[in-house]
C-alpha cells in the first residue's frame, strides 16, 4: 500500500514565471484543479466548507430599494451565492462572468470556476486579461457586452492566484482521501482484513 501526500510544498505554489501565453498556476499548472479534487474527495473537508458557506450566506443578499432587490434576487439566487461562497472558501478566488446588451445593462452574472481561468498579463501587479479554457490559448473575450470580476487573496504568495488559508491542512485532508479509498477497495473488493471478520460466509 502506498499513501502519496500533497504534491505541493511552498516553493511549487510560489509566484511563477510567465510562459510564452500565461502564467501557470503552481509548477504543474493545475493548483486549482488540486484544490477541487480536496474538496470533491474529501467529505469532511466538504462538510466543513458546505457549512462555512451556509452560515457566510445565510438567508442571502437583500436590499432596503426595492428595484435594487429584485436585481438581486434575479442575479444571485441563494443558490448561486452559496456556489460563489463554496468558490471563495476552497480556491481563495472568485470569478464571475458579467453579460450586458447592447444598452450595456446587465443581463446575466455567472459564476465560473477559477480552474478554466488562467491570468495572461499583468499591470502593477494585477491581472487585466485572461486566457479561458482550451489549454488556455484562446484569449478571454473581454470586450464591452462580457466582462470578468475576478478576485484572489494569494496571502504572501507572490502570485495572480488565490491561496487558500487551509493550506497547512492539505496533507491531512489528502491523508483522509488515502485511507478512505483504502477501506472503499477492500470493501468492494473483500480485500480489506475487516472485511473477512464482517463477512459470515467469508473464506
Known sequence: MKIQLSRYKTNAIQGQR???TYYPNAFDNLFSN???????NSPTHQCIIDDLAQQIVGLG???EDKEKDAKLQEFFKKKNLLSIASGLLV?????LE????????????????????????????YPIRFSYKDNYINSYNNEE??????????GTF???????????????????????????????????PSMIISKETSG
Do not use: W
Open 18 to 20: 510567465r510562459l510564452s
Open 61 to 63: 443578499l437583500t436590499c
Open 91 to 95: 480556491q481563495e478566488s472568485i470569478s
Open 98 to 125: 458579467i453579460r450586458r446588451n447592447p444598452l450595456m445593462e446587465i443581463k446575466a452574472v455567472e459564476n465560473i470556476n477559477v480552474a478554466h481561468f488562467r491570468v495572461v498579463e499583468l499591470e502593477e501587479g
Open 158 to 192: 507572490n502570485t495572480p492566484y488565490g491561496r487558500p488559508k487551509y493550506l497547512s491542512a492539505a496533507d491531512a485532508i489528502e491523508l483522509e482521501i488515502a485511507i478512505y479509498m483504502m477501506h472503499n477497495h477492500g470493501a468492494q473488493n473483500g480485500m480489506f
Open 145 to 154: 457586452a462580457k466582462s470578468l470580476l475576478y478576485y484572489y487573496d494569494s
Open 34 to 40: 488540486y484544490l477541487n479534487s480536496l474538496y470533491n
